[in-house]
């Protein structure tokens, strides 16, 4: 079956430490050849050049630069503020405030690579000094950030919507319920890690004045995601031109408001983000080549066959779908794998008649889990990184965490409503 064949030698290519955007042009141009299949070689180009085209993308530098902004910017450090004073009170505090934090800052980077680093980098010494070890600060932040993927701006999201046609207005609202669940679901984790150890008993409440310093401090970092979200929820800019509004909104915050950056600042910020842009678009380009010669030759409708012979219920379809991407997220990075799946599962959920924006959900929150997933994963390294932590002494205190995001993507499996509430609410869809 090509299916093998092409997964088989992507995953040898791969795994041999060879850049991802070379491993798929090698393992498209390989199969070509040597299979001798009727393409010209040309069409790999062009198909390339195809991936890349469609304008809804341009939404991906946009939120790529507004993330640098606003994680350089003072944005962060203020939003851990105001987490504190609401939560820092609980036993285990100052890891409900890191898991905040990264909620609140992931609605306006949707980036969980930004989302890790910049809230780390502002939690870890705290936690260090209240005796949080920092195998399991590291853990909770890699899994922390990447709640950043289900809320509005989602890179994710922007890619799913773009593959399948959903709308990216409704999407960009799907998640931020799943996203809160996870939130308590990891909270818990924190209050009984701090009761057990007694690192962090919590401390004395807030004052009112020190509650209002804080709230009108963070006030402008606070109102970009509600700038965000009511302009898509009133029509007045589509999803994508909320990238634009958030590099603007991103300027005024930083530059005028917080002043924590400088116009000088603003070219290695623009530069940095180019580079980004740039890594993230090769692999869709190149992904979007293999996902053209899986096409050509009918892989989806062979791999539907398959699974209609196993799961021929929709819920054992969704249940072989979160295996599936379960296990594909260990080794390749989330929009890759959802670049090569999305096109070959998509006919096969809508001919069972299961919604697309769920699945988008589904997709998302798998392939999120698959950033902190050992030995590999993007947040996992960062958050290493930061606290100084062993990924052997991570892997530990990743699975209680792991497993209640894992229990809370079954739950929006097969639960619709909590994909479909917020968008109802808002759009009167879902």
């Known amino acids: 079956m090509l299916t093998i064949q092409v997964f088989g030698v992507f995953f040898i290519i791969a795994l041999a430490g060879i850049p991802l955007y070379y491993a798929l042009i090698a393992t498209t141009a390989g199969m070509v050849y040597f299979k001798d299949l009727p393409y010209q070689l040309d069409s790999l180009f062009l198909n390339l050049i195809a991936g890349v085209e469609p304008f809804i993308l341009i939404a991906v530098p946009l939120f790529i630069f507004a993330g640098e902004l606003l994680s350089r910017g003072g944005v962060g450090k203020r939003i851990v503020a105001f987490a504190r004073v609401l939560f820092g009170w609980m036993p285990g505090g100052m890891g409900v ?19 890790t680093a910049a809230i780390g980098s502002l939690v870890a010494p705290t936690m260090k000094d209240k005796g949080y070890h920092p195998d399991f600060t590291a853990a909770l932040l890699s899994v922390a950030g990447t709640l950043a993927l289900l809320m509005p701006l989602s890179i994710p999201f922007l890619v799913f919507a773009f593959i399948s046609g959903a709308s990216m207005r409704i999407l960009s609202m799907s998640g931020v319920i799943p996203a809160l669940i996870c939130a308590m679901a990891l909270a818990v984790v924190c209050v009984r890690y701090g009761k057990k150890t007694g690192c962090d008993n919590g401390s004395q409440r807030a004052s009112w004045p020190e509650f209002w310093a804080v709230t009108k401090d963070a006030g402008p970092a606070l109102l970009m995601p509600v700038i965000i979200v009511g302009g898509i929820w009133t029509g007045t800019f589509t999803p994508t031109e909320a990238a634009a509004v ?8 930083s530059l005028f408001l917080y002043k924590d950056l400088k116009v000088r600042d603003l070219p290695a910020i623009a530069l940095k983000a180019f580079q980004t842009s740039a890594a993230v678009l090769l692999v869709i380009g190149a992904t979007g080549v293999l996902s053209w010669l899986l096409t050509a030759e009918m892989v989806a409708m062979q791999l539907a066959e398959w699974i209609q012979s196993v799961a021929s219920q929709p819920w054992q379809f969704l249940l072989l779908l979160n295996i599936v991407l379960l296990l594909l997220g260990i080794f390749i990075e989330p929009l890759p794998a959802m670049l090569l799946t999305a096109p070959l599962f998509l006919p096969m ?25 050992p030995p590999v994963g993007g947040t996992l390294f960062v958050a290493a990184k930061l606290c100084k932590a062993s990924i052997g002494g991570m892997s530990i205190h990743i699975m209680p965490l792991m497993a209640m995001n894992v229990a809370v993507l079954f739950l929006t499996t097969y639960v619709p409503w909590l994909s ?8 009167g869809v879902g």
Not at 98 to 108: E, H, K, M, R
């Open 349 to 373: 959920a809508q001919a069972m008649g299961i919604d697309l924006v769920l699945m988008g959900v589904i997709m998302v929150m798998n392939l999120s889990i698959a950033l902190y997933t």
């Open 420 to 427: 479909k509430a917020l968008p109802k609410l808002l759009f």
């Open 246 to 253: 958030a590099v603007v909104y991103g300027l005024v915050v």
């Open 97 to 115: 405030v890191t898991i905040v934090s990264c909620l609140l800052f992931g609605g306006v980077s949707g980036s969980a690579i930004a989302d």
